[in-house]
């Protein structure tokens, strides 16, 4: 099979084959991950190993930040990110439906600026040069657009402290991740399981609101408990770790961007040659891990989709707010299912 799926996706064949080991024996343990005590060791050192990877993947470790593995998906961040951060006014830029789920929450703590919007072409492109306020709280965006596949190549201009929701392209390409205050992803699309969702915070944004903050919403009590101020969710942390470590192993973050821009490249040159198929987002804005397209033809809708199945092609269907289809590609979808979706395109063009 060939796992398009924009989520929960792909995962590194060689991490799900670790991870079902562990399930039924940790490390010659004995006991499986699932029963031991997470604050047992063991599990304390693969709690250390996820977040200190995750820093030092984004280049990030020394300089003031922390990581956390917290619970509720990148959605409760949406409602945290307000809560730990909105204390006058927080600037949104809105790209896509994830945007606008998280301007729904923030506005129930404060006031919300939308500074930009591409809402009037159903979120094709990312808007660029539109003012930003100078007395923002922060600024968040969504560096990449899961649904509508696009992606920020640049990041906005601001002395705002910079807030992302980076659920659908963490650890997919490089960034001056120091530019963020912020960034949050939830683990199923470039991490692990559904279950947990990383958060990684310069200390300094932090304690400088006047609300009170429900504990469990609390990054301060999150980040000085090391993710463990309750039960974390053993399974997706070890799980996302060992993916963060085959990452490491493949060179990190530089070494996987330059396989993503090969796999980006064959899939959107076949997009743009291929007469029967249409790109949907702006060509400047596009993703390299969600590549959004139509059928131009509506007879061959049939036969595509047949051809497709028939190769092993599997969750290309598009969003429902877009149409059409979308090739997830994420961190461990290999090159070579690139290749199985363009030769069925071509296929169809030369069986049409
Ligand atoms: C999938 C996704 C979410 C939602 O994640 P949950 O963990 O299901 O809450 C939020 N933002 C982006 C960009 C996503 O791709």
New binding site residues.
């Given amino acids: 099979m060939h796992n398009f799926s924009a989520?929960p996706c792909i995962l590194p064949q060689e991490v799900m084959q670790q991870a079902a080991q562990a399930v039924k024996e940790l490390d010659n343990s004995g006991l499986s991950l699932i029963e031991i005590s997470h604050r047992s060791p063991a599990f304390i050192d693969i709690m250390e190993r996820a977040t200190s990877l995750a820093l030092e993947l984004l280049g990030l470790q020394n300089k003031g930040y922390r990581a956390m593995f917290l619970q509720g998906?990148?959605?409760?961040q949406f409602l945290n990110v307000a809560y730990n951060l909105l204390e006058t006014k927080a600037g949104y830029a809105n790209t896509g439906t994830?945007s606008t789920k998280a301007i729904k929450e923030a506005k129930l703590l404060g006031e919300v600026v939308e500074v930009s919007s591409s809402k009037d072409t159903n979120f094709n492109y990312i808007p660029k040069g539109y003012a930003i306020p100078t007395d923002l709280d922060y600024l968040h965006i969504?560096t990449?657009?899961?649904i509508f596949g696009t992606q920020y190549k640049t990041l906005p201009d601001t002395n705002a402290t910079l807030v992302a929701?980076s659920?659908?392209d963490i650890f997919s390409r490089q960034l001056d991740f120091s530019k963020f205050g912020l960034l949050y992803a939830?683990a199923?699309?470039n991490m692990g399981p559904?279950g947990t969702?990383l958060v990684v915070v310069r200390e300094d944004v932090l304690g400088k609101v006047s609300r009170q903050i429900p504990s469990m919403l609390d990054y301060k009590i999150h980040a000085d408990k090391e993710s463990m101020f309750n039960t974390p969710p053993v399974f997706a942390v070890y799980t996302s770790m060992l993916t963060l470590e085959w990452l490491k192993n493949k060179g990190g973050v530089a070494a996987i961007e330059k396989e993503n821009e090969a796999k980006a490249a064959l899939m959107y040159g076949e997009i743009d040659r291929n007469p029967l198929f249409d790109g949907f987002a702006a060509k400047e804005d596009r993703s390299t891990m969600n590549a959004t397209f139509t059928l131009n033809t509506p007879a061959l809708k049939e036969s595509f989709e047949g051809m497709a199945k028939e190769a092993g092609l599997n969750g290309i269907n598009g969003h429902r707010s877009v149409g059409g289809y979308r090739a997830s590609m994420y961190n461990a979808l290999p090159l070579s299912s690139v290749q199985a979706l363009v030769d069925v395109m071509k296929t169809l063009e030369k069986n049409a």
């Avoid at 998906?73 to 409760?76: I, T």
């Fill in positions: 989520g998906g990148a959605s409760q994830w969504t990449n657009n899961t929701d659920s659908s939830g199923q699309k559904a969702t």
